[in-house]
């Protein structure tokens, strides 16, 4: 079996896997990264969303073979004690309900803010259409991320 180095959450891990293995799979069953949920297994849900050199991938699409030495972030990584502002802000709006969903509307949003820092509204439902929640808590999402926006403009302070 193929042996690959990954860099993921800034640390290198070495890896045997078959070259056409999700990258979903290896993170959770290879590496204990369970923050990133298996949905629909198809690309299409967003659970599985996580970085890869900063823009946001569906692991569950990804062949290992494919990542190389990019950096990988997932969940986990943005902030391991929760101090993100999106982290924050999802935390001050009550996002989750079941949960399963907010780990790749999370790395989806973080990534997006990184390449809009002042979005608007419609922005911010235009880049987060692509990941689905169940629950149907679009408007608090959408009201998260505008906040965390506002709080990494003042460098974390509201």
């Known amino acids: 079996m193929p042996t690959y180095n990954l860099k993921v959450n800034g640390a290198l891990h070495k890896i045997e896997a078959a070259a056409d293995t999700p990258l979903l799979w ?47 972030t997932t969940i986990e990584g943005l902030s391991p004690d929760g101090s993100h502002p999106l982290q924050k802000a999802w935390c001050h709006h009550d996002v989750p309900q079941c949960g399963y969903c907010q780990a790749g509307q999370i790395m989806t949003a973080a990534a997006f803010l990184q390449s809009n820092p002042t979005p608007t509204e419609n922005e ?15 408007l608090r999402i959408r009201a998260a991320v505008n906040e965390a926006a506002k709080l990494m403009q003042n460098g974390g302070r509201p």
């Open 26 to 72: 290896v993170l959770r069953d290879q590496l204990a990264l369970t923050g990133t949920k298996f949905g629909c297994g198809i690309g299409q849900c967003g659970a599985c969303t996580i970085q890869i050199n900063g823009v946001p991938a569906r692991s569950c699409q990804t062949p290992i073979s494919t990542v190389g030495a990019m950096r990988i």
């Open 124 to 138: 911010i439902d235009s880049a987060m259409a692509g990941n689905l929640c169940r629950c149907g808590t679009y």
